[in-house]
């Protein structure tokens, strides 16, 4: 079961950070240099220099980009520009934003979650990791000891009963947080201490399993951290760590959650997640599309044929000024759309239409306007043609599809070549896609329709895991409005 706590964040003091827009920023892993320099100088203030900083020339192992953010997150502490909360609380937290044409608000509360394997089907990924970024978040876990930015998770609660308790306890208030960010999202944060509401809010999660949403190398992160300090403990009996009040000394159940008596538990075994309903309606699920760099030399024409095997491959004539890129994109997804038990007879190219899942479809675009629209041919046949061992689940989702009959198969991206992360670049940007391309940096770009939720849930409940980067929940979580220290 989840065991969820109050946390006793650290916030801006509004003293002496009156715009929180210039101190917060999008998560790390969708800053490029150009946003960092951007964040960088907003404010001496600001999240990027303890989230993401800088790499220096000269840098080495007792000065680097850690390092510095240790010693400004110590200097921050000391001048308290970020102060921490005055009792342990729950952040009921809104994003309104807007998404083809339409407002939208998502809810959700900030907490620290305790850490648990995913072997024990408590929290549950859907995305494959990289050992290169995991251990760029250790050195800088190792060096600071907290959460900068919270893991973004999802749980199921169809009556809504936490998001009630919440609400009703901030009827009426003001938000303590209310401002909005650069891109016109709105963000409101509600503090919520009252032991009360933290005991039903607790026992409404007791029994809930916890799907992450983003940052599972964060997570996977924190539970290496965690390892670590335990075998410390163990080896050091003078190891000190600060400790967090928890519900730990009782078996848990969504009955008594509130009532078994609290103990002392180390933080670090717990992370900051902001946990959102599965069934919020400004839950929303974007595409990542794939550019495609440092491999062998592609022969187009022979590539488009060796495609032709699994895909009704149709040229789109792509305008020489991108006027109709965005007409492409909706046949793209209304291709996706498709639900081929629902047809009768074959489809293009004689493919079968007798499958209870939705079309795979593709764009690939080649460069000089070399645009392409590709659609599975016969869905019906890809256990027999998708690693073994896997789900009909996994094996039927878009991004599984693309991975193993287009990039592992006839661009050979696939293992150790995948893991080092040198091949493959994931991008929310569109039309920054193709100008890629063209610009030679990339050889190949893949635009992909967005994964619906039901079929993450599925996945992660198997207990697999989706090819990296599969998803994109927008918006993304700001970085800074609250942090964990461990």
Request: glycine content about 6%; aromatic content about 8%.
């Amino acid at each position: 079961m989840a065991i969820v706590i109050p946390i006793k964040g650290l916030r801006y003091n509004p003293a002496l950070i009156s715009n929180l827009k210039e101190v917060v920023t999008p998560p790390y892993d969708v800053i490029d240099a150009a946003a960092q320099e951007k964040y960088y100088k907003c404010s001496p203030y600001n999240i990027i220099r303890l989230e993401y900083g800088k790499d220096l020339p000269g840098d080495n192992e007792s000065c680097n980009r850690y390092t510095r953010a240790a010693a400004d997150f110590k200097s921050w502490l000391e001048s308290r520009v970020l102060t921490p909360e005055s009792s342990p609380a729950l952040y009921l937290y809104e994003q309104e934003f807007t998404i083809g044409g339409e407002r939208k608000v998502r809810s959700g509360f900030i907490c620290g979650v305790k850490l648990e394997p995913y072997e024990k089907g408590v929290i549950l990924p859907h995305e494959e990791t990289m050992p290169k970024h995991k251990a760029d978040r250790l050195k800088l876990m190792r060096a600071c000891r907290a959460n900068f930015s919270p893991i973004f998770s999802l749980y199921e609660d169809r009556e809504k009963r936490v998001e009630t308790v919440l609400r009703e306890a901030v009827e009426g208030t003001a938000p303590d947080v209310d401002f909005t960010d650069e891109w016109g999202e709105s963000h409101r944060l509600w503090v919520i201490t009252s032991g009360e509401v933290i005991n039903k809010v607790q026992q409404a999660m007791a029994g809930k399993r916890i799907f992450i949403a983003d940052g599972h190398h964060r997570y996977e992160t924190a539970l290496n951290f965690k390892r670590e300090q335990a075998a410390r403990e163990t080896e050091a009996s003078g190891f000190t760590a600060e400790s967090v009040a928890v519900t730990s000394s009782c078996s848990v159940t969504p009955e008594n959650a509130g009532s078994c008596a609290r103990t002392e538990d180390h933080a670090y075994n717990y992370v900051m997640m902001t946990l959102v309903n599965l069934y919020d309606p400004g839950l929303v699920v974007l595409p990542t599309h794939r550019l495609v760099k440092n491999i062998r030399e592609i022969d187009l024409p022979e590539l488009v044929d060796r495609l032709k095997e699994s895909f009704l491959v149709e040229e789109f004539p792509l305008a020489p000024d991108r006027s109709n890129f965005q007409e492409f994109l909706q046949d793209l997804a209304e291709r996706g759309k498709v639900r081929p038990d629902q047809a009768s007879g074959s489809g293009p190219g004689g493919r079968d239409t007798v499958n209870p899942h939705r079309s795979h479809a593709f764009g690939m675009y080649a460069g000089d306007n070399r645009l392409y629209l590709l659609t599975h041919l016969n869905n019906r046949q890809l256990d027999q043609v998708m690693p073994p061992g896997k789900s009909r689940a996994w094996q039927n989702l878009d991004v599984s599809v693309l991975h193993t009959l287009i990039i592992e198969k006839h661009l050979g991206i696939c293992g150790e070549l995948r893991a080092r992360a040198e091949h493959i670049t994931y991008t929310r940007e569109e039309e920054g896609a193709l100008a890629a391309v063209d610009s030679g940096a990339y050889q190949l770009a893949f635009f992909l329709n967005p994964t619906p939720v039901e079929e993450v849930i599925e996945v992660a409940g198997n207990g697999e895991k989706m090819p990296q980067k599969s998803t994109f929940f927008y918006p993304k979580l700001i970085t800074g409005l609250v942090v964990n220290r461990l």
